[in-house]
């Protein structure tokens, strides 16, 4: 394989002029070149002069509407790879024709990046737990106390939404019964589990606790179908990572079929030795989120040959 440092300069197409079979040219990463996050045609229509058939195999880069996504696919045959394939069956699956029941396990930090796929969740799934610092927000929507914790306040009236929709839709919608506290978010801090209507005013949540495991653990294990994304608190560190932890491997024993999304819940996974138990990890956070959103990813809405 001949690595070269430039995308669209004449080194590039001599290179490509002297390939012999089996020889692969790996570009410069096109995110150098301005064109790329802009779409820019003229850099899209360079890129294309450079192959005769666009492969679209990158699925985590499917959600952006860039050069090498969209722009290239206008001036070629475009198709997308194996591995864009799979991901895009399988995520399709989920809101189509679920075994059920359907459980979603959502998780990290932020609400907002989670808004869309948790109401088209409601509309499909059977139950939805929720760990995570978005948890906070959601707990401070039901108007408890939560401390210190991470809480989005501009989130609120969609959480409050989302409450509301899962009881209209029937949805068992889980949250922590009690969580991990402590003063700071460090190895060394002094943790202690307390039930969520009692955190204290001065710590801040970071972990689900070991009640609210066992709970979710037993939806998990009726479950036929489950998706994960996002940690259940701070993994990173050892004294919160006992919810992501306990989650992964009830995900990884469960009898369901499980698909996990996202670079965090892909690295608990390794970090606990579970990857080889799940039965699909999704390679995009970002683009399996938005397709479970139901919304056409541009990077696969651009092939011209579905």
């Known amino acids: 394989m001949r690595q070269l440092h430039h995308t669209i300069a004449p080194c590039v197409t001599d290179a490509i002029e002297e390939m012999r079979p089996g020889d692969v040219i790996m570009l410069e990463n096109l995110r150098f070149n301005p064109g790329e996050k802009a779409n820019d045609s003229d850099f899209g229509k360079d890129l294309a002069e450079l192959g005769d058939i666009f492969v679209n195999d990158a699925f985590g880069a499917a959600h952006r509407a860039h050069a090498s996504t969209v722009g290239v696919a206008k001036y070629l045959p475009a198709v997308g790879g194996f591995l864009l394939e799979q991901e895009v069956t399988t995520l399709s699956r989920l809101l189509e024709n679920p075994a059920r029941p359907f459980i ?3 998780g990290g ?3 907002s990046d989670k808004v869309g796929v948790v109401n088209k969740f409601l509309d499909v799934v059977d139950g939805l737990l929720i760990g995570g610092g978005m948890c906070f927000t959601f707990l401070k929507a039901k108007g408890l106390q939560i401390g210190k ?26 949250l ?38 066992e709970i979710y653990e037993s939806v998990i294990a009726q479950a036929e ?3 994960w994304n996002g940690p259940m608190g701070v993994f990173e ?5 006992s919810g992501t932890r306990d989650i992964a491997t009830a995900i990884a024993k469960s009898k369901a079929t499980s698909i996990v999304g996202g670079g965090d ?3 608990a996974l390794r970090k606990f030795g579970l990857e080889r138990d799940i039965s699909f990890i999704s390679t995009g956070g970002g683009a399996s989120m938005k397709m479970l959103e139901g919304v056409e990813l541009p990077g696969v809405g651009a092939l011209n040959d579905k």
Not at 182 to 199: H, L, M, N, P, Q
């Open 104 to 106: 979603a396990i959502l």
């Open 109 to 111: 930090s932020k609400v």
């Open 149 to 174: 914790s991470i809480c989005e306040d501009e989130e609120l009236d969609n959480a409050k939404k989302m409450l509301d929709k899962a009881e209209a839709n029937d949805v068992a919608l889980y």
């Open 176 to 213: 922590p019964s009690d969580v991990v506290v402590a003063k700071e978010c460090s190895t060394g801090s002094v943790v202690t589990v307390v039930d969520v209507e009692d955190i204290p005013a001065d710590e801040m949540g970071l972990d689900i606790g070991p009640v609210s495991v």
């Open 225 to 227: 179908t489950i998706f």
């Open 237 to 241: 560190l050892k004294p919160f990572e």
């Open 265 to 267: 819940s892909d690295a």
